[in-house]
């Protein structure tokens, strides 16, 4: 079983400097992937970015939903247990909670259900 804990939610100004963290209890998993999705209110779980330990045949550890690409930055630790998302320029929009997610190996997909292990969520608040 592994356990993510998010930090970083809040209320902020459109423009704040913002992010994330999600810290995963699991470390001995050869490679892991820790994706980074988001629900608006009345609206879908959607993906923003993942972040794999093991480098993808496209030669990046990262990749972004393309309708998102620009608007955030993900970026992973040495110890592989911890994921940070860099919100680039937060805008009313990106009000949601922000929810970390795992999967065992490179996992290259933006499908919730791809993902086994699911944090508790952070809030995040953008006013204009």
């Known amino acids: 079983q592994v356990h993510l804990k998010e930090t970083g939610g809040g209320v902020i100004q459109a423009g704040e400097s913002l992010t994330l963290s999600c810290t995963a209890s699991?470390?001995?998993?050869?490679?892991?992937?820790l994706a980074w999705f988001r629900q608006a209110p009345g609206k879908e779980r959607e993906f923003v970015a993942a972040?794999?330990?093991?480098?993808?045949?496209?030669?990046?550890?990262?990749y972004y939903a393309e309708s998102l690409k620009g608007r955030f930055t993900i970026s992973g630790s040495d110890t592989k247990d911890t994921v940070n998302l860099q919100v680039n320029n937060p805008l009313p929009e990106d009000t949601a909670v922000y929810y970390c997610?795992?999967?065992?190996?490179?996992?290259?997909?933006?499908?919730?259900?791809?993902?086994?292990?699911w944090g508790q969520g952070t809030r995040v608040t953008v006013s204009s």
């Open positions: 972040f794999s330990t093991k480098i993808h045949l496209n030669g990046d550890n990262a």
């Open positions: 997610a795992a999967a065992r190996g490179a996992v290259l997909s933006t499908r919730p259900n791809a993902y086994e292990y």
């Open positions: 699991e470390r001995s998993f050869d490679v892991i992937t």
